[in-house]
């Protein structure tokens, strides 16, 4: 009626010849797991590290490579001789400006430089013109003035010698003394003829000298006025050239085109951007530009992780670099138009918000890797890494064990902090 199993509990309900099983082997196990994994966590919270980064965003650049060039004066863009991408060589004419002012002030020189010619030219005629008829006045007058002085000459020394007789008869008492002293005024009267000659003489040949120094004189300046108005008119001539005429100053290419075709430029605007030749022997270099307040944590010698804006993290990894330099103070609007080349950046860096700290970052070469620099990931991706990329940084600032993370939150909650 009963069953053997239920007669069997009731005649021994201690059960004691059987094992007691306390844990099966399946909860050893599983506790064992959980001890392992305990040990693991507690040899991580002090042996193991957790990264303090400070994010931001950037740019690659080689270290004298981009080169804006600039219109030179105002005017508007008429033609680019270049595309990007394509290469050009120093002297190479890249762009054309029109410049009507400039062109209206250049016609303006130069019609200057006709008319002070032409004044210039008139005056050579006339003084050569004057030349000729002072010559010939001058010579009928001369001839006058010899012949008058001539016979002045011969007055006076006739005068004299009859004089000179009339004294010795009035000593012999053969004349009176009124007679010798009417002799004496004809001599004086003579010599005051002879004086006058000499002197018209002297007068004529002062006025024809003073005449011919004046219209020298006259022809002078214009020919200085004239020298003026040349020098102008070339000047003139190669500032147009420099203002519409755009050469370039470098063996490069061309990264960017910072103005339009028919776009109004002034002196000083960007015309385009030229990555040198020169500059591929040159490292590639990260400028980050970092909040003020985060980028008095950073110091020379960090790690940074930079990503291009043409890979991701996640399938890529990021390029490894080391912090080379870390600005003193923020820059303002003219320091990172100086670095970044581009107008069109300073918004995305965030320059009108606050001014960014500067941090250059020098990436690991890595000749092995098929950008020539080492990556987290190994060899990293097949892209070639060139200036001119925009990219984020990562800069580990501290790294810090966990358990230094976990002490001040067990401090708090054990009521063991202090204050």
Known sequence: MFRQAALDALSSPEQLDRTLVVTKPLGWLALTGVGIAIAAALVWSVMGSIPTTVQSRGLLIREGGLHSIASLGPGAV????????????????????????LALRQENSWLAVREADSVYR??????????????????????????????????VDHARRKAESTKGLQERGLVTSATYFEELNTLLTAEQDLIAARTSTLQLESTTSDDALQKRQQL???????????????????????????????????????????????????????EV????????????????????????????????????????????????????YPLDQRGMASLIENEGLLSYFGVQQE???????????????????????????????????????????????????ALPWLRRKLGLSNG
């Open 220 to 274: 002078l300046q214009q020919e200085q006025q004239l020298r003026a108005a040349l020098r102008t008119a070339r000047e003139t001539d190669l500032q147009y050239s420099l203002v519409t005429t755009v050469i370039s100053p470098y063996d490069g290419r061309v990264v960017q085109l910072s103005s339009n075709v028919g776009q109004l430029v002034t002196n000083g605007s960007p015309l385009m951007v030229l």
């Open 122 to 155: 008139m005056m050579i005629g006339a003084l050569a013109t004057y030349q000729s008829l002072q010559k010939a006045t001058a010579t009928s007058q001369e001839k006058e003035n010899r012949a008058r002085l001539a016979a002045a000459e011969q007055r």
């Open 78 to 101: 008429r033609q680019f001789r270049c595309e990007i991408g394509s290469h050009v060589k120093a002297g190479d004419t890249i762009a054309i400006i029109e410049a009507p002012e």
């Open 277 to 328: 030749d020169k500059a591929h022997d040159t490292p590639v270099d990260v400028v980050l530009f970092v909040p003020p307040l985060e980028g008095k944590k950073i110091e020379i010698g960090m790690d940074a992780h930079i990503v291009p804006s043409t890979v991701t993290a996640e399938e890529s990894g990021s390029l490894i670099g080391d912090v080379l330099y870390v600005s003193e």
């Open 355 to 405: 001014p960014p700290v500067e941090v250059r970052v020098r990436l690991r070469p890595n000749k092995a890797a098929p950008s020539g620099y080492t990556w987290t990931s190994g060899k990293g991706p097949d892209i070639r890494v060139t200036a001119g990329m925009v990219c984020t940084g990562s800069i580990i600032v501290k790294d810090q064990a966990p358990i230094t993370l």
